[in-house]
């Protein structure tokens, strides 16, 4: 009987070595997906921060551009034609409309200095422009005398009870305090203004149904602490509006991730309507604004969050100031826009004289 061999064979398998080289292996493909990872994420949260940083600086230079053009409108005629009658008391923006006042800035704010209850950045500056507004209501009919009550026929521009509001027909213009809303709504299409919130019941003249009505912008740029920090414990700061609602000041946050601003204004010293030179609040006197016919503008911009694999130990030039910001890995760029004040671009060569 033939017997069945059986043959044996030896179970073979991985040594040592070869683990070790495969897990060697392993790890490498880890760690350069890890930093194939990790870059990725890093170069997108540079791109976000610079994507920031370009919609900020857009929106920034949009919004002061637009109002600064603005100052010293009143629906006509500019300031050095015709003058408003002002007889709106107890709104400090509204006795400021005036060739002085239209446009005016502080150099280099103070510590300590406060815009309501925001605390102003020190060694930024500010900027205040003031107008009456591009949205116009209408009389519904001839005033039938100069203390009578404002009718209108819509109030797109939400005029409210203690506004301060102009009224012109290009001829007269007057600046009133809106004393009361005859019709009770809350967009009143019937406006008083008496002695009680003015120094007179009585406008310049009876003005007739093609007169405007416009109420008074006021707006305040400012720098502060948004009392926010972002993820690593640093402040974060903002760019401010500080404007006039119902006769009141409040501040409003525009814009995260403005470090600083820089002010500077062309001056027109002769009268030719040419800037001849660019200076900040601090070289002009309070009755030198009224020869301010551009305004440049420069922004220190930054990611709000840390986006850099490394601080940022530059220094930056705004304008005339050298700032030194401090040493984190947030990303900033530095924007700098000239406007021109349009409402006095068209001076005649007599002007000031």
């Given amino acids: 009987m033939q017997k069945n061999n059986i043959i044996k064979h030896a179970q073979s398998g991985l040594s040592l070595i070869e683990v070790m080289i495969a897990l060697a292996l392993g790890l490498l493909l880890i760690i350069g997906a890890g930093q194939i990872y990790l870059g990725s994420k890093m170069s997108y949260r540079v791109n976000e921060g610079l994507a920031h940083i370009q919609e ?10 637009r109002n600064i053009r603005m100052a010293g409108f009143q629906g006509c005629m500019g300031l050095d034609r015709l003058k408003p009658n002002i007889l709106a008391t107890g709104i400090s923006a509204a006795a400021a409309f005036h060739n002085d006042g239209i446009v005016t800035g502080v150099n280099n704010v103070a510590s300590g200095t406060k815009a309501g209850s925001i605390a102003v950045r020190p060694g930024t500056d500010m900027l205040t422009v003031r107008y009456a507004s591009p949205v116009a209501a209408k009389l519904s009919s001839d005033l ?9 026929t819509a109030n797109p521009a939400e005029i409210k ?38 120094t007179s ?14 109420p008074l912008e006021s707006k305040t740029y400012f720098i502060g602490a948004t009392g926010d920090t972002n993820q690593q414990g640093q402040p974060i700061y903002a760019l401010y509006e500080r404007s006039l609602k119902a006769g009141v000041e409040m501040s409003e946050q525009l814009l995260e991730g403005v470090e600083n601003m820089q002010i500077q204004f062309g001056r027109d010293q002769n009268g030719d309507g040419e800037v001849d030179d660019y200076v900040t609040a601090a070289a002009l006197s309070s009755s030198n604004f009224d020869r301010i016919i551009a305004v440049r503008v420069a922004l220190l911009l ?23 910001p401090a040493d984190t890995r947030q990303l900033r760029r530095s924007v700098t826009f000239t406007t021109s004040i349009r409402n006095r671009e068209l001076r005649s ?5």
Wanted: aromatic share 6%.
């Fill in 201 to 214: 019941s009585s406008l310049s003249k009876a003005y007739r149904r093609d007169a405007l009505v416009m």
């Fill in 144 to 152: 039938v005398s100069a203390d009578a009550a404002l009718v209108l």
């Fill in 56 to 65: 900020a600086g857009r929106f920034a230079s949009e919004t002061l551009a």
């Fill in 161 to 198: 009870v203690d506004d301060a509001v102009f009224i012109t027909d290009c001829v007269n213009a007057d600046l009133f305090r809106v004393t009361g809303d005859a019709s009770g709504a809350t967009n009143p299409l019937i406006l008083r203004h008496d002695d009680s919130g003015n």
């Fill in 302 to 324: 930054s990611s709000v969050e840390a986006v850099l694999d490394h601080a940022d130990t530059a220094t930056y030039t705004l304008l005339d100031e050298t700032i030194d």
């Fill in 349 to 353: 060569a007599s002007f000031g004289s």
